[in-house]
């Protein structure tokens, strides 16, 4: 990259970026195909990787002018943690290849940072596949956070440089704490923006106190207690059978809200009235 100039320099990471976005491309047809067909999955997904390759440059300028220990601010786990709860877990791990490769197109000579990167995003992702409520999330990203310095420290301990290491740890505590903001900050945003049903907004929805849900206690108390019943069982089947229980207690919570509409139409809610079928 130095012998030929900034235009060659600049080609040379163009077509490394899109080498990788054919690669990306090609993996999310075959293994992720209903993530490749999901246009707003797809077009969030670029926005976060644009938005970390932008990040990944603020943090060289500030390194160029300060030290490049600071480079383990990098923010690759908070990329890693945001594609896996608005678009999916396997992908979140995916993420570690533009988030290694972005860091060495702007500093080829930034090994230690890419490798890192990596490691922070396969410690972080899976830290999502167990949030079950919002305390999970603010618990999840602090336990991310907690372990960014303890990484660069041992990366930089083995790969060097070694007398950067208290800068390192130091990057790398800002990380977490970027990470921890970030991701709590941007997520009901992004999933508001997408409307994706992610964790957070499967959340919202279970809640007792729920505009809908409050309509359906206050027009259709049969079924609304039926809803809640169903709701319970579903939530310790998928527990028994290892699926997603808040996806199938909202769904249970949900599946009678149509009633609402002729609440007196269902046998559940003619508590003291004539069933209005008999008479056809």
């Known amino acids: 990259l130095t012998g030929g100039g ?12 899109l080498l990788v976005s054919g690669v990306a491309g090609i ?4 293994m992720q195909p209903v993530v490749w067909v999901t246009g707003k999955k797809l077009l969030l997904l670029s926005l976060l990787v644009v938005s970390y390759a932008l990040l990944v440059v603020g943090v060289t300028a500030v390194v160029d002018a300060t030290s490049a220990g600071w480079l383990f601010a990098v923010p690759a786990g908070a990329l890693a943690m945001l594609i896996a709860l608005l678009v999916h ?24 940072v890419a490798l890192f990167a990596a490691i922070v995003v396969l410690l972080s992702v899976p830290l999502t596949t167990t949030i079950a409520k919002r305390s999970d999330l603010r618990s999840a990203t602090l336990r991310a956070g907690l372990t960014y310095p303890v990484v660069a420290a ?12 208290l800068v390192a740890v130091a990057a790398g ?28 907004a499967l959340l919202d929805l279970a809640d007792r106190n729920h ?20 709701a319970s069982l579903t939530e310790r089947a998928c527990r028994t059978i290892g699926a997603d229980p808040l996806l199938g207690s909202v769904a249970g919570l949900y599946h009678d809200i149509g009633k609402v509409r002729q609440p007196h139409f269902f046998i559940e809610n003619q508590q003291g009235i004539a069933n209005p079928h008999d008479e056809l």
């Open 6 to 17: 900034p235009w060659r320099a600049w080609l040379m990471a163009t077509a490394a970026m």
């Open 27 to 30: 993996y999310l047809s075959r």
């Open 89 to 112: 877990p396997v992908i979140g791990i995916a993420a570690m290849l533009p988030a290694s490769v972005l860091v060495l197109l702007v500093r080829p000579d930034a090994g230690s």
């Open 154 to 165: 041992v990366v930089v301990l083995v790969f060097g440089p070694r007398d950067e290491l």
């Open 173 to 200: 505590a800002v990380n977490g704490l970027v990470t921890a903001l970030v991701v709590q900050g941007a997520l009901p945003f992004l999933e508001s923006m997408f409307r994706l049903p992610t964790v957070t």
């Open 211 to 230: 505009p809908l849900l409050r309509e359906l206690e206050a027009k259709a108390l049969g079924s609304y207690n039926h809803s809640v019943m169903v």
